[in-house]
């Protein structure tokens, strides 16, 4: 089959073996592929990952229970043990013995098929089209934050970064607070957001005032705590969604003076996610901004680093 493989480096290849599901397994055509910035960082060495590339999909089931066949889907990307600790104590995301679909150990969806158990799989309703639905795994991400924390409506919220993930949690949290600040350093991308309702503040123009009760760090730069440390109050909370903190030393001592929470924040729930967009409560139809073929995949990702883009698709079927 057709597939996008990392191997130190990057492949197209024709010839590469079709999945064969286990018993527990759905084989899955893959319509569309998202390309996350946590791919570009594989081809950086992220995880120490080989094989194919991706994990944000939408789908259609090919073989599997017979219940799911012929469904439109969607998948989580932990792929979990189901007996550990973790997973017997309702935290099965951090399975002990996890793979993570094109990230850690498990082949992804830059390809003609994938093999995914079928515990993974979230059916897509009609309404949903392939463009909004291929944003369901990063959209799922930006819930897990209301998940985490308990908002009121007057709550001073900073979304740092404009970039894919940024855009997800700004347009989530203005769901529940009243006016989420997105600051971002790209014009195009603050035009965006600001479509969607969202205020906007240039990063130049930025001036952190230790006052933000929660700040969410999406700018996936090690800049991005510093930043969030200088923004938040006194007891208040910043939010990880970066996976990148290398390269630069920190003083953390700002986090114990004014006892700061921090919390990691990653993957989140599907079922939120799927009918938000259901609902029209989130609009993603402006985020995406480019859309290449499964054999122009390594164009996809170039683009995809490049800053005039938000969200870059891949067709595969």
């Not at 079709?18 to 950086?44: F, H, I, Q, W, Y």
């Not at 969607?196 to 999406?218: C, K, L, M, N, Y």
Request: include cysteine.
């Amino acid at each position: 089959m057709l597939a996008v493989v990392f191997d130190s480096e990057l492949q197209v290849r024709i010839d590469y073996p079709e999945p064969r599901p286990s018993r527990s397994d759905a084989l899955v055509a893959v319509r569309v592929a998202g390309v996350c910035s946590t791919d570009l960082e594989v081809m950086k060495g992220y995880m120490g990952f080989t094989g194919v590339m991706g994990h944000e999909f939408v789908g259609r089931v090919v073989s599997g229970p017979e219940k799911w066949r012929d469904q439109r889907v969607v998948g989580e990307i932990n792929c979990v043990c189901g007996r550990c600790d973790m997973c017997t104590g309702g935290l099965a995301n951090h399975c002990r013995d996890r793979t993570v679909l094109g990230i850690d150990g498990h082949d992804g969806v830059f390809a003609e098929y994938v093999a995914l158990p079928v515990r993974n799989l979230h059916a897509v309703p009609d309404t949903v089209g392939d463009e909004q639905a291929v944003l369901v795994e990063p959209l799922a991400a930006a819930f897990q934050i209301v998940r985490q924390l308990d908002f009121s409506r007057s709550d001073s919220v900073v979304v740092l970064g404009d970039g894919r993930l940024g855009q997800l949690v700004a347009r989530v949290l203005k769901t529940v607070v009243r006016r989420p600040v997105l600051v971002g350093r790209h014009e195009d991308k603050l035009e965006a957001a600001e479509k969607a309702g969202i205020q906007t503040v240039a990063e130049g123009e930025f001036s952190p005032r230790a006052d933000a009760d929660v700040v969410v760090d999406a700018t996936g730069s090690a800049e991005g705590l510093e930043t969030a440390m200088r923004a938040v109050r006194p007891r208040g909370v910043i939010v990880l969604k970066s996976t990148v903190a290398a390269g630069k030393e920190l003083n953390l001592a700002p986090l114990v003076i004014n006892e700061v929470t921090v919390v990691g924040s990653r993957c989140g729930p599907f079922p939120d996610a799927i009918q938000a967009l259901a609902d029209g409560i989130v609009d993603v139809s402006a985020l995406v901004t480019g859309r290449f073929p499964l054999r122009d995949a390594p164009e996809a990702l170039a683009a995809a680093a490049r800053p005039e883009h938000i969200k870059v698709l891949i067709d595969v079927a």
